[in-house]
Nanobody, 129 residues
Framework: QVQLVESGGGLVQAGGSLRLSCAAS????????MGWFRQAPGKEREFVAA??????????ADYVKGRFTISRDNAKAKATVYLQLNSLKPEDTAVYYC????????????????????WGQGTQVTVSS
């Protein structure tokens, strides 16, 4: 089992940047595919990005390509996945969640929230116009 704690959210003006972090504790961090999802008020949770166990495969939703970047640090002292948010837009306002999948997930399923076993509590990102 793994515990996930997100941080780094906040209020930023359009065009600004934030760096979200998700610290993991528990079982070996490198055993997990890690993903970021977001949920805006009144909308369903949607996929943002995912990164494979050792970072060899990275996936980004089309609407964030070129603006958001996922990365991870598997060092035992770190065990963190990051999401760099650049060129933020008001429509990026949402609660951002990180998630971990302990089983192998096909590339077609990394965008599906049900493929993930563990979730953090979320961090709010608000982008003002």
């Amino acid at each position: 089992q793994v515990q996930l704690v997100e941080s780094g959210g906040g209020l930023v003006q359009a065009g600004g940047s934030l760096r979200l972090s998700c610290a993991a504790s528990g079982q070996t961090f490198s055993s997990y595919l890690m993903g970021w999802f977001r949920q805006a008020p009144g909308k369903e949770r949607e996929f943002v990005a995912a990164i494979s166990r050792y970072g060899g495969n990275i996936y980004h939703a089309d609407y964030v390509k070129g603006r958001f970047t996922i990365s991870r640090d598997n060092a035992k002292a770190k065990a963190t996945v990051y999401l760099q948010l650049n060129s933020l837009k008001p429509e990026d306002t949402a609660v951002y969640y990180c998630a971990a999948a302990r089983t192998l997930v096909s590339s077609s399923r990394v965008v599906v929230s049900s493929a993930y076993d563990y979730w953090g509590q979320g961090t709010q990102v608000t982008v003002s116009s």
